[in-house]
């Protein structure tokens, strides 16, 4: 399941989690918005654009490694001098830790989004703590310690914060490229919604993986090359999350 194809049974399940906050119609509306939206502030701070960041970008990958796309993507990036924000679902980590490694090599930044990315392991506090914490142990053992957390379909219950809290992360919204990204529609289309969306100090989502399950992402391969080209025609420049936000990337070893 994908942030785009999802939102709507998401919505509904989010609004079922909610339980007795989900007063019906009118509730699973205000439970979408509330957990679900990219834009919603109602459960604490979660940036989605950076203020005053001048004609500054952050272009952000969610749920790989995902071979050849992630790294496809990567060189792209490093042949004009960027860098990117990798948000990587832990189980595909553990099967490719050398991609993690080598994006983290070349100064890109990785970031948790999960171990399972599976929709039932984060309606629960104890179970989405596990995939937390999990996920993190993943990066962890690829040579990373991140500081930062988008979770899977933007999806925030209200025990999230404190669990983050608890494992020294923070979390990170963005705008998706293109709603219908997960049917990887023609490059030029996922690029022309993404282009439209993206102003100064905008935190931009593709995906270079499929819930951490693999799956071709040639489209938007393809459409990120065409954004950053036409992004650089118009004289923006990039840069990752942390350094938009003014944050952290990643933790300091335990002493
Ligand atoms: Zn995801």
Same mark, same amino acid.
């Given at each position: ?44 701070? /979660? ?20 071979? %050849? ?15 990117? #924000? /990798? ?12 991609? #993690?490694?080598?994006?983290?090599? &070349? *100064? ?7 171990? #399972?990315?599976? /929709? ?14 999990? *996920? ?14 988008? %979770? ?17 992360? &923070? ?48 489209? !938007? ?8 080209? &036409? ?8 840069? !990752?999350?942390?350094?938009?936000? *003014? ?9």
């Amino acid at each position: 399941m994908s942030e785009g194809g999802q939102r709507g049974g998401a919505a509904q399940a989010a609004g079922a989690a909610l339980g007795a906050a989900a007063v019906g119609a009118a509730g699973l509306g205000a439970a979408y918005w509330a957990c679900m939206s990219p834009y919603s502030q109602l459960l604490g701070e /979660f940036p989605f654009r950076a203020e005053g960041a001048g004609r500054s970008v952050a272009l952000t990958f969610d749920d790989g490694p995902n071979e %050849p796309f992630t790294t496809q993507i990567a060189e792209y990036l490093e042949e004009r001098d960027i860098r990117g #924000t /990798f948000f990587q679902v832990g189980r595909a980590v553990l099967k490719r830790p050398d991609v #993690t490694a080598r994006l983290a090599s &070349r *100064g890109h930044v990785i970031g948790n989004h999960g171990y #399972t990315h599976e /929709f039932t392991n984060y309606l629960t506090p104890a179970t989405l703590t596990a995939d937390v914490r999990r *996920g993190q142990q993943a990066l962890i053992s690829a040579g990373v310690r991140p500081g930062l957390y988008r %979770p899977p379909w933007l999806l925030r219950i209200p025990a999230l914060r404190a669990i983050l809290g608890e494992h020294g992360l &923070r979390i990170i919204s963005g705008e998706f490229c293109h709603a219908m990204e997960v049917f990887q529609p023609a490059p030029e289309r996922i690029a022309r919604r993404a282009l439209a969306k993206i102003g100064p100090g905008s935190i931009v989502i593709f995906h270079d993986g499929f819930d951490g399950r693999g799956g071709n992402r040639a489209s !938007t391969v393809r459409a990120v090359q065409i954004v950053v080209d &036409r992004l650089l025609d118009a004289g923006y420049g990039f840069t !990752t999350v942390d350094r938009l936000l *003014g944050i952290p990337a990643y933790q300091p070893d335990p002493v």
